[in-house]
C-alpha cells in the first residue's frame, strides 16, 4: 500500500508564510504527478499547485507569484510554501500523488489525510 502523510499546517497572520511537507511511502515503484488541493468550509476541493516528476509546475491563478511547489524525487516528498498568505487562502490543504505502485498495472491517485491552515489575525 501507499500513504501519504502531510505536514506543517497552523495558524498564521495574513502576510505570513507556512510550509507545507508531504511524504509518500509504502510499495512506490514510481510516482508522476504530486500535487496540493485545498477546500475552504462550504467550498468544493480545488487545485492549488501540481508538479510533474520533471519539475514542471502549474499554479491557481489565486497563488501565482505567493507559493511554490517543490520535489525531491528521491525522497518522494513535496513540499508547499506559502508566503504573503491571505485570509482567503485558509481551508484545508490536501496532498495529492500518481502513483505507480508494486504490484499494480495502473498508476492510482492517492490522498492524504489533510492539514488545516488558518490564516487569521
Known amino acids: 500500500q501507499v500513504q501519504l502523510v502531510e505536514s506543517g499546517g497552523g495558524l498564521v497572520q495574513p502576510g505570513g508564510s507556512l510550509r507545507l511537507s508531504c511524504v509518500a511511502s509504502?510499495?512506490?515503484?514510481?510516482?508522476?504527478?504530486m500535487g496540493w488541493y485545498r477546500q475552504a468550509p462550504g467550498k468544493q476541493r480545488e487545485l492549488v499547485a501540481v508538479?510533474?516528476?520533471?519539475?514542471?509546475?502549474d499554479y491557481a491563478d489565486s497563488v501565482k507569484g505567493r507559493f511554490t511547489i517543490s520535489r525531491d524525487n528521491v525522497k518522494n516528498t513535496v513540499i508547499l510554501q506559502m508566503n504573503s498568505l491571505k485570509t482567503e487562502d485558509t481551508g484545508v490543504y490536501y496532498c495529492k500523488a500518481k502513483v505507480f505502485a508494486i504490484g499494480r498495472y495502473y498508476r492510482d491517485d492517492y490522498w492524504g489525510q489533510g492539514t488545516q491552515v488558518t490564516v487569521s489575525s
Open positions: 508538479i510533474a516528476s520533471g519539475g514542471t509546475t
Open positions: 509504502g510499495s512506490i515503484r514510481s510516482i508522476d504527478a
